[in-house]
């Protein structure tokens, strides 16, 4: 049985996957109305990853007798300057996802509880990833600079990623 401190930091995680989803969302849809198809198609990849990680941590709560209750979400941008503001920021909001994953797993050892312990270090291993691949992108922008051939290519390659 999960205690109620354990249950309420995992709802909070919830929201905050949902919310990570919805942010991607918008940086998709923003992507898709300025002619950037390969952004917009990893970014919606994005999004249904953070949905399965949402999905992911209601099946800890659900395995270990738990409740979920769903919090709102924040309303996202629908604007955004460039490919490169957009990587800026999703590699921003990874860093602050990892920071709330890393308070998640204090929650679970402050709670003794071993098995949410095993549950979050794959979040953890999974934030590694998330910082990486946004890292990756912002520096092939960085390299493309201002030059629109080199961004066409990297959208080409974008579009590439395929939904798990
Ligand atoms: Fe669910 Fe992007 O971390």
């Known amino acids: 049985m999960l205690s109620k401190p354990m249950q309420k930091a995992l709802n909070e995680q919830i929201m905050h996957e ?18 950037l198809q390969g952004f917009a198609t990893w970014l919606r990849v994005q999004w249904q990853e953070e949905l399965a990680h949402a999905m992911k941590l209601t099946e800890i709560v659900h395995d270990r007798g738990g409740r979920v209750a769903l919090q709102a979400v ?18 921003a909001h990874e860093q602050k996802i990892t920071a709330l994953i890393n308070r998640l797993y204090e929650t679970a050892l402050k ?46 390659a974008l579009a590439a990623r395929a939904a798990h």
């Not at 991607?24 to 002619?35: D, E, T």
């Open 74 to 91: 924040e309303k996202p941008p629908a604007e955004f300057k460039s490919p490169q503001d957009i990587f800026h920021q999703v590699l």
């Open 18 to 35: 949902i919310n990570s989803a919805y942010l991607y969302l918008a940086m998709s849809m923003h992507s898709s109305s300025v002619g």
């Open 111 to 156: 709670e003794d509880d071993y098995a949410t312990q095993v549950e979050v270090q794959w979040f953890i291993k999974e934030q590694i990833e998330e910082e990486k691949n946004a890292t990756t992108i912002l520096d092939q922008l960085t390299m493309a600079g201002e030059s629109g051939a080199s961004l066409m290519m990297l959208d080409r």
